[in-house]
């Protein structure tokens, strides 16, 4: 006999909006907004599981690992972003941290809503990517029932790969099926099974934390500073400019010189400056470094 609790949490109604439609903007905006406070809290809860995951990741990548984020829908669009920053960020290879979306580069700028039940299709970009014992594999799924999903955790398990599952309904089959599972409980939404709102959003902040700390972890961060930011633009470049003058305490005409002859490398740049070296003996120690590191 089905009932109540046989329906998702994220698929449920919310008692503090079922007359949403009747509402005013204003009361519609402080409904989402008391909704929404509850979501860094939910996170808050998950915090062991996330670190669990992270130092985990640190060990697979400092061994050649990647780390592929994978999803359906909303999810598969935020695992999908989450990969893009990482390089220009972190300045890592790209293809270290991956994204993959259910239906392929197109869906996420056009819905393709049926490509998450096709369980093969996860299998199948598993067994694209290759995906072995060395690699973390994070499948993102609101419900945590994507068959998508389901189906890239269950086969990149087979291949012993580290598995991570990021959902919010902790007793979901992405929960029993991942090694680690990541569960922010966040509740209905104000519009019943539009997870882009709560569950989206607590998915982007365990992504963000996951891809981050173990960045810092691996050391593509000074202090708080990214000094591994690949300047490809004015704005970029200016902040590369801010990070070497901070680090080394020169002023910016001599940060600029440093980072124009180092490739606008900041992280060169801050080694030519510091050790009182040449920029080709800077941009020789950081691919010594990346060589080690790959």
């Not at 598993?126 to 955790?153: H, K």
Request: with cysteine.
């Amino acid at each position: 006999m089905s009932g109540r609790h046989d329906i998702p949490p994220t698929e449920r109604a919310n008692a503090a909006s079922v007359d949403l439609d009747a509402r005013s903007t204003l009361e519609i905006l402080e409904i989402m907004n008391r909704e929404d406070a509850r979501v860094s809290d939910a996170v808050g809860e998950c915090l062991p599981r996330i670190r669990d995951a992270v130092d985990a990741i640190v060990t697979r990548v400092r061994d050649g690992g990647r780390l592929v984020y994978l999803g359906a829908g909303t999810s598969g669009r935020l695992a999908a972003m989450e990969a893009a920053e990482a390089p220009p960020t972190f300045g890592v290879a790209p293809g270290i941290v991956i994204g993959v979306i259910a239906g392929g580069a197109s869906a996420v700028r056009a819905a393709r809503e049926g490509a998450e039940d096709d369980h093969g299709g996860g299998v199948a970009e598993v067994g694209r990517l290759e995906i072995g014992p060395s690699d973390v594999l994070v499948g993102v799924s609101a419900s945590g029932r994507t068959p998508f999903v389901l189906g890239a955790i269950g086969e990149a398990r087979r291949r012993d790969a580290l598995t991570v599952g990021v959902c919010c309904d902790d007793g979901a089959r992405l929960a029993a099926d991942a090694e680690i599972a990541i569960c922010p409980l966040v509740g209905p939404e104000i519009l019943a099974g539009s997870t882009r709102l709560k569950a989206g959003t607590a998915q982007k902040l365990v992504l963000n934390m996951l891809t981050t700390a173990v960045m810092i972890r691996l050391g593509r961060v000074h202090g708080n500073l990214m000094v591994d930011v690949l300047a490809t633009n004015t704005k970029l470049r200016e902040r590369a400019r801010r990070i070497v003058a901070e680090v080394t305490g020169v002023d910016d005409a001599a940060a600029t010189a440093a980072l124009s002859a180092t490739d606008w490398s900041a992280r060169a740049a801050i080694l030519m400056l510091s050790q009182d070296i040449t920029a080709d003996e800077a941009l020789d120690a950081l691919r010594d470094r990346e060589a080690t590191d790959a």
